[in-house]
């Protein structure tokens, strides 16, 4: 079975510093990979995912992600964080099965306060 | 929002009842799925379905049950059996390109 692991728990920064927040997974054959985002009081929003090709991905809102196989990390980053980026941050993969359609296992979340 | 939607937002049960939590999709996705979510612990699958009248078992399906007798609705059950059902659920709809998730609902047992 796969495993994600997010190291940073929380994480607190001040509005225009980079952010990076590290992912690893463990698994022993093809994944796709995400980073969903909740932002308080609403619905859990999909920020960026990877499948395969370029392994720089952008998302939405200035994020990126870098897959790195010999890593296996998918870590996210932002070069200007703002205030409104304030959320929960969620790492997630999936093993690739050609189409089909299981579930994500998630990594326990990151926590983020970006401090005005 | 992403057409999916759950009822009611805010649960309250006894110990030992069951209790049905409601999930509808206006998306048209075969997919369906359940996570649980619980602080500081991210995410947990507790059962899929992929097509109607079929679904699996997640990570952590132990004291729950679930149907999918239409596309667009799958409801989940949580039973006596689950030992700390108190938790926040969230539904979600999609395929293995993404999935969509619901508001949630936050069920508490007292």
């Known amino acids: 079975a796969q495993s994600v692991s997010q190291h940073n728990h929380h994480v607190i920064l001040s509005e225009a510093a980079s952010l990076e927040l590290g992912c690893n997974y463990s698994?022993?054959?093809?994944?796709?990979l995400f980073w969903y985002v909740q932002y308080p009081g609403q619905h859990l929003q999909l920020l960026l995912k990877?499948?395969?090709?370029?392994?720089l991905v952008k998302g939405i809102k200035g994020f990126e992600a870098e897959f790195i196989k010999s890593k296996f990390s998918f870590n996210l980053r932002k070069p200007s964080v703002q205030w409104s980026d304030t959320a929960e941050y969620f790492c997630?993969?999936?093993?690739?099965?050609?189409?089909?359609?299981?579930?994500?296992?998630f990594g326990k979340g990151t926590h983020l306060i970006i401090q005005p | 929002d992403g057409g999916i939607t759950q009822s009611p937002k805010y649960l309250f049960r006894k110990e030992g009842q069951n209790v049905t939590l409601s999930c509808e999709q206006n998306l048209n996705h075969d997919a369906m799925y359940w996570y649980r979510q619980d602080p500081g612990q991210g995410l947990r699958l507790i059962y899929y379905?992929?097509?109607?009248?079929?679904?699996q078992k997640g990570d952590i399906a132990e004291g729950y049950s679930v149907s999918r007798e239409k596309k667009e609705s799958f409801p989940l059950t949580v039973t006596s059996a689950q030992k700390n059902p108190t938790a926040f659920y969230l539904c979600?709809?999609?395929?293995?390109?993404?999935?969509?998730f619901g508001p949630g609902t936050r069920l508490t047992v007292l």
């Open positions: 979600a709809g999609g395929s293995y390109n993404e999935q969509f």
């Open positions: 990877y499948f395969s090709g370029d392994p």
């Open positions: 379905s992929q097509i109607v009248n079929d679904f």
């Open positions: 698994y022993g054959g093809t994944v796709n």
């Open positions: 997630a993969v999936t093993p690739y099965s050609g189409g089909g359609a299981d579930g994500l296992t």
